[in-house]
């Protein structure tokens, strides 16, 4: 693999990008247990150097046609390191990095040690940074991020006009909205949220931890829960629910969901003694419009709309097959209703997720507890700081880090969705996985690993029909399993106050991705207009 740089690009401490940066990165990676990007870096460099100060060769052990995945600006991918800095380093992996610098068009200026608000500044170099040679000058000189307790504090915030950026959780967002005359969201009509995103949420099972490396088990917990009921409490029937590993967003129900739906409706559970069981339910979106007409919301009556709204389906509730499946398995109920583990200890199921009540890991976290309570589980939830840490590494049962990794958002190509589900990146509990979202649950399948290397033998660009093909079959094989249980499409409560500030992205002018918790937030920024 050929990496060729952009001429002219300074680190924040006014040092000069080269291929030095990237050959040392790579190098430290495949030579260091502990950091993020060790394990495949490991796994498929043979060497890495350059030709010239603007030229990086990697020659690789074996062919992998997605092997510059991994340094692509999305999550969690292996950002490169300032050479410079980081040789100085007696141990990288625990080295803090603070001050950081980076290659982006702001700079730290100032923090709170106690962690609520960061504060960067535009660099007068801002010409030197690739931000500034694709886009122009970004227009804020600051841009504070700021964090709050309560969503209470965030609207007033916002509606005193001291916030022009915020994710809601839907009814701060439906406050926001009919509180502000400045104030708008994504959509400016109903559902108002972001609802083309390329994550998917959902719950996640530490596949080394019984008794969820059971496939029963996750499958009993599945078909445990009301999605109706659960999409009340997630997200305020606002989202698209998701019968497979993917956000159903058009290109993907093009690609993917309708040429499953056949598939999804004739696929069978086996329950024991001859009897199977077909999980899914087609209905689910009709039924998710009816509840949300109850909730006064202005639903459309057309199918094909309900469809992108809603999604095409999702798993019946069915706590009677869920029993079944249990029982295969030792599991007993009591005559209190709860349920008892094979061992004879009550099931209990604490539910790791991440702090703000605004964000869809804890949404899910609260729809999935409430849920498996009525089941008869004792399910609490576990908002904690170091719910990042401790999915990554393995410490937890069950959590609400997304269910699968986020393709590509663009062409058929899953193979970012389903990498961090090979054998070979599957590491002990204790020890950091590559990628947290879906390689939190510590599972792989035999199968799955032929399908990733048929893949990697593919060119996505070339050959799209096998490309897709390959998709499927991979879904298949991950909806059976069911390692994790995706729920919903990621969809962002966004709301920007014009009161300063014009010409963000809008579903009408979506020149960018609306988010200010991206990575690509920098390119949005050269576009805003200061309100005369």
């Known amino acids: 693999m050929t990496i060729k740089l952009r001429q002219g690009i300074y680190w924040s401490d006014g040092v000069p990008f080269t291929a030095d940066d990237v050959v040392y990165t790579i190098d430290i990676h495949v030579k260091t247990p502990g950091l993020l990007y060790h394990g495949p870096m490991a796994e498929f460099v043979d060497k890495v150097y350059k030709t010239d100060d603007y030229t990086v060769v990697v020659e690789l052990k074996k062919p992998n046609s997605r092997f510059h995945a991994h340094f692509l600006d999305r999550w969690g991918c292996l950002r490169i390191m300032p050479k410079h800095i980081f040789e100085k380093v007696e141990d990288p992996v625990t080295f803090e990095f603070n001050p950081p610098v980076g290659c982006g068009p702001y700079k730290l200026l100032d923090y709170d040690p106690a962690g609520f608000w960061t504060l960067w500044e535009r660099r007068e170099d801002w010409q030197r940074t690739p931000t500034g040679m694709l886009y122009g000058e970004p227009k804020p000189k600051y841009v504070l991020f700021q964090a709050f307790e309560t969503e209470e504090a965030k609207i007033l915030a916002m509606l005193r006009h001291e916030l022009d950026m915020a994710q809601f959780a839907p009814e701060g967002l439906r406050v926001v909205l009919e509180r502000s005359e400045t104030t708008r969201a994504w959509r400016k009509e109903w559902p108002w949220v972001v609802n083309i995103d390329p994550c998917i949420t959902g719950i996640i099972f530490n596949n080394m931890v019984e008794p969820y490396n059971i496939r029963d088990v996750r499958w009993?917990?599945?078909?445990?829960?009301?999605?109706?009921?659960?999409?009340?409490?997630?997200?305020?029937?606002?989202?698209?629910?998701?019968?497979?590993?993917?956000?159903?967003?058009?290109?993907?129900?093009?690609?993917?969901?309708?040429?499953?739906?056949?598939?999804?409706?004739?696929?069978?559970?086996?329950?024991?003694?001859?009897?199977?069981?077909?999980?899914?339910?087609?209905?689910?979106?009709?039924?998710?419009?009816?509840?949300?007409?109850?909730?006064?919301?202005?639903?459309?009556?057309?199918?094909?709309?309900?469809?992108?709204?809603?999604?095409?389906?999702?798993?019946?509730?069915?706590?009677?097959?869920?029993?079944?499946?249990?029982?295969?398995?030792?599991?007993?109920?009591?005559?209190?209703?709860?349920?008892?583990?094979?061992?004879?200890?009550?099931?209990?199921?604490?539910?790791?997720?991440?702090?703000?009540?605004?964000?869809?890991?804890?949404?899910?976290?609260?729809?999935?507890?409430?849920?498996?309570?009525?089941?008869?589980?004792?399910?609490?939830?576990?908002?904690?700081?170091?719910?990042?840490?401790?999915?990554?590494?393995?410490?937890?049962?069950?959590?609400?880090?997304?269910?699968?990794?986020?393709?590509?958002?663009?062409?058929?190509?899953?193979?970012?969705?389903?990498?961090?589900?090979?054998?070979?990146?599957?590491?002990?509990?204790?020890?950091?996985?590559?990628?947290?979202?879906?390689?939190?649950?510590?599972?792989?399948?035999?199968?799955?690993?032929?399908?990733?290397?048929?893949?990697?033998?593919?060119?996505?660009?070339?050959?799209?029909?096998?490309?897709?093909?390959?998709?499927?079959?991979?879904?298949?094989?991950?909806?059976?399993?069911?390692?994790?249980?995706?729920?919903?499409?990621?969809?962002?409560?966004?709301?920007?106050?014009?009161?300063?500030?014009?010409?963000?992205?809008?579903?009408?002018?979506?020149?960018?991705?609306?988010?200010?918790?991206?990575?690509?937030?920098?390119?949005?920024?050269?576009?805003?207009?200061?309100?005369?």
């Open 220 to 532: 009993a917990l599945a078909l445990a829960i009301d999605i109706v009921d659960y999409m009340a409490t997630a997200f305020d029937l606002m989202a698209p629910v998701s019968p497979i590993h993917l956000p159903p967003v058009p290109a993907y129900i093009e690609a993917f969901f309708n040429p499953m739906e056949e598939w999804l409706k004739n696929f069978e559970l086996d329950l024991g003694n001859g009897e199977k069981f077909k999980p899914f339910d087609p209905e689910v979106p009709q039924r998710i419009a009816i509840a949300a007409k109850e909730r006064g919301y202005p639903v459309p009556e057309d199918p094909k709309v309900l469809r992108e709204l809603f999604g095409i389906g999702w798993w019946k509730y069915a706590p009677d097959v869920a029993e079944k499946l249990l029982k295969k398995h030792g599991f007993t109920k009591g005559a209190d209703g709860k349920w008892y583990l094979p061992n004879g200890q009550p099931w209990k199921i604490s539910i790791v997720t991440d702090p703000n009540p605004a964000h869809h890991h804890y949404r899910n976290a609260m729809a999935a507890a409430e849920q498996w309570r009525r089941f008869g589980i004792d399910a609490t939830v576990n908002a904690t700081e170091a719910f990042n840490s401790l999915h990554l590494m393995g410490e937890f049962e069950v959590g609400t880090m997304w269910p699968a990794a986020e393709p590509w958002g663009a062409g058929v190509d899953l193979s970012r969705t389903l990498d961090p589900w090979r054998s070979s990146l599957v590491v002990p509990i204790g020890q950091a996985v590559t990628l947290g979202p879906g390689g939190a649950a510590r599972w792989s399948n035999p199968r799955l690993d032929e399908v990733i290397a048929k893949l990697e033998a593919t060119d996505p660009f070339a050959d799209i029909e096998t490309t897709r093909l390959l998709g499927i079959e991979a879904l298949k094989i991950v909806v059976e399993e069911m390692p994790t249980i995706p729920t919903y499409g990621y969809c962002g409560a966004v709301a920007w106050d014009e009161y300063y500030w014009e010409n963000y992205p809008g579903a009408e002018n979506s020149y960018t991705q609306p988010y200010q918790h991206w990575p690509n937030f920098k390119y949005m920024l050269p576009f805003l207009k200061p309100k005369k």
